[in-house]
C-alpha cells in the first residue's frame, strides 16, 4: 500500500484548526518557532483573531504550513517510509519538508517569506473566486472577458479564478447566470497563482536559492503543483516551486499523477477537508481522510495502519 500525503493550502483555517497537533510533544518546537514568526503563539491565534486577521495571507499561510508539519511531527511513527506527498498552493512548500528537503524551521520561514513577497507584489482587492460545474472553455472565456485567470485547475469541473476584486465580482455573476452550480470568494486576498504576482516568483526564486535543502528522500514521490510531474532534480523542482506563485496549479494533474504512482489511500493534513473530500469524490474507491476528521491521534494512526500499512 501507499500512502498519499496532501498538504493543504490557505482558506480554510479555524479556532479550532490545533486542537489535536497543540498539544502534540513532537510539534512543540514547531509552534514556537511558528510564535516567533506570528508574534503569537498560533494556538491562541486562531481563537482570539478576527475573520480579516485570521485569513491575512502572511499569517494564513503561515497556519495552514504548521499544521501540516505538526500533524506530520505527531504521527510520523505511524506512516510507512514509501509514500507520496503533493501539495495545494501554500501546501506544497510544506510537501517539500514532508520529502525530506526542508528542514521544518526552514520551511515555516520559506512560508513567510514566500507570503511577503506576495504581498508585496499584490494589490488591494485582489483575490480568488472558486466556481463550479462550468467546462473549461465557458470558464476560459469568462477570464478573458473579465480580466480574470484561471488559478487553480480542481478534479469534477471546480475552478479557482484569480483578479482583482471588480473582476472577479463580475466574473462571480456572469459565472451564475451561466449556470455554475457554486460560486464563492475564497478567504486568500492576494490573486495567487496568476501572472499578477510574477514579481514574486522572482523575489521567491532567490530566497530559494538562499536555503538549504537536503536531497530528496528516495521513499518518496514528490509532485510539482503547476504541472503534476515528479521532482527529481532540486533544481528544475525549486524552479517550479517559485514558478507556481504566477503561475496555474494544476491540483487535478496532481491527484491523477499520485494515483498512477500507486496511491491506494489519501490522508489530507488540514485545516479543513478540501482534499479529501475532492479525492473521495473523484476517486470513490480508494480511501481518503482529513486529519481535521479525527478527535485524537491515536484514531489517526489506527486509520494509517489499517489503510497505509
Not at 506544497?92 to 524551521?105: K, N, P, S, V
Not at 513577497?117 to 473549461?136: E, Q
Not at 537536503?214 to 510539482?224: I, K, P, Q, W, Y
Amino acid at each position: 500500500m501507499t500512502l498519499a500525503l496532501l498538504c493543504s493550502g490557505q482558506g480554510l483555517q479555524h479556532a479550532r484548526m490545533f486542537a489535536m497537533t497543540g498539544d502534540a510533544p513532537a510539534a512543540a518546537s514547531l509552534f514556537e518557532h511558528a510564535t516567533t514568526l506570528l508574534g503569537a503563539d498560533p494556538r491562541e491565534l486562531v481563537q482570539t483573531a478576527t475573520p480579516e486577521a485570521l485569513h491575512a495571507n502572511r499569517t494564513g499561510q503561515i497556519l495552514c504550513a504548521l499544521q501540516a508539519l505538526a500533524a506530520v511531527a505527531a504521527v510520523r511513527d505511524a506512516m510507512p517510509a514509501r509514500r507520496i506527498v503533493a501539495g495545494y498552493s501554500v501546501g506544497e512548500i510544506a510537501a517539500w519538508h514532508l520529502a525530506g528537503i526542508f528542514d521544518a524551521t526552514a520551511t515555516l520561514d520559506l512560508v513567510a517569506k514566500r507570503a511577503e513577497a506576495m504581498d508585496a507584489a499584490s494589490a488591494p482587492g485582489d483575490g480568488l473566486v472558486f466556481v463550479r460545474g462550468l467546462p473549461r472553455d465557458v470558464v476560459e472565456t469568462l477570464c478573458r472577458q473579465h480580466g480574470t485567470v484561471i488559478a487553480i485547475t480542481n478534479p469534477d469541473v471546480a475552478w479557482v479564478i484569480g483578479g482583482d476584486g471588480a473582476a472577479l465580482d463580475a466574473f462571480a455573476a456572469d459565472a451564475r447566470t451561466r449556470g455554475a452550480l457554486r460560486v464563492a470568494r475564497i478567504g486568500v486576498n492576494v490573486a495567487s497563482h496568476t501572472p499578477r504576482l510574477a514579481p514574486a516568483s522572482t523575489a521567491f526564486r532567490r530566497v530559494l536559492d538562499e536555503t538549504a535543502a537536503h536531497t530528496l528522500d528516495t521513499n518518496v514521490r514528490l509532485f510539482s503543483g503547476i504541472d503534476g510531474t515528479a521532482v527529481h532534480g532540486i533544481g528544475v523542482g525549486l524552479d517550479k516551486l517559485a514558478a507556481q506563485i504566477s503561475q496555474t496549479v494544476h491540483w487535478d494533474a496532481c491527484l491523477e499523477a499520485a494515483v498512477e504512482a500507486g496511491a491506494t489511500c489519501f490522508l489530507e493534513l488540514g485545516p479543513g477537508r478540501g482534499l479529501s473530500a475532492m479525492t473521495s469524490h473523484a476517486w470513490p474507491a480508494i480511501p481518503s481522510r482529513s486529519v481535521d476528521d479525527f478527535r485524537t491521534f491515536d484514531g489517526t494512526r489506527d486509520w494509517l495502519a489499517r489503510n497505509a500499512a
